[in-house]
C-alpha cells in the first residue's frame, strides 16, 4: 500500500469513529505534534499511540459533539511524506459553537507506518469557539 493509500484509509477510518484502525497505522514511537496555540498542544509532542488516543482524541470526543474532517486533499511528498489540506468542521459541546477552520496535516511514514504527525490549523478560530459564551 502506498502513503496515499494509508493516509486516505486513516482519514477514512477517523470518519467511521474506528479509532482502533486509526491508531493501528501509528508506528510505536509516533512522534504527534498539534499545532502551536491549539489548547491540544500542551501535551506536545505525544509519543506512542497510546498518548495520542489519551491526549488527543479522546479529549476531542469530550470535548465536541462532532468534530468532522472535510474537504480533504491529500499530496505525495519525496521521502515518504504527505500533507494534507482539509477543514475541521466541529461542534463544542461546553457552548454551543460552531466552527470551520483550515487546516494542514504533515505526515512522515517509515515502512508503511506513521512515524510523525504535525498539524498545522488556524488556532484563533479554535480557540474562538472554546471560549465563545
Known amino acids: 500500500m502506498d502513503n496515499l493509500k494509508i493516509i486516505d484509509n486513516l482519514y477514512k477510518a477517523?470518519?467511521?469513529?474506528?479509532?482502533?484502525?486509526?491508531?493501528d497505522f501509528l508506528d510505536k514511537n509516533v512522534e504527534w505534534n498539534e499545532a502551536e496555540g491549539n489548547a491540544l498542544a500542551e501535551g506536545n509532542p505525544y509519543i506512542g499511540p497510546d498518548a495520542v488516543l489519551n491526549g488527543v482524541f479522546i479529549r476531542l470526543s469530550e470535548e465536541h459533539e462532532y468534530?468532522?474532517?472535510k474537504d480533504i486533499e491529500l499530496h505525495d511528498m519525496v521521502d515518504?511524506?504527505?500533507?494534507?489540506?482539509?477543514?475541521?468542521d466541529a461542534?463544542?459541546?461546553n457552548n454551543g459553537a460552531v466552527y470551520n477552520a483550515q487546516v494542514a496535516h504533515f505526515?512522515?511514514?517509515k515502512?508503511?507506518?506513521?512515524?510523525a504527525f504535525q498539524q498545522y490549523a488556524d488556532t484563533k478560530k479554535i480557540a474562538d469557539a472554546t471560549h465563545t459564551k
Open 107 to 109: 505526515w512522515k511514514l
Open 14 to 23: 477517523f470518519a467511521t469513529g474506528d479509532i482502533p484502525v486509526v491508531l
Open 80 to 88: 515518504d511524506k504527505v500533507l494534507a489540506t482539509l477543514r475541521y
Open 111 to 115: 515502512n508503511r507506518k506513521i512515524v
Open 91 to 93: 461542534k463544542r459541546k
Open 67 to 69: 468534530f468532522n474532517l
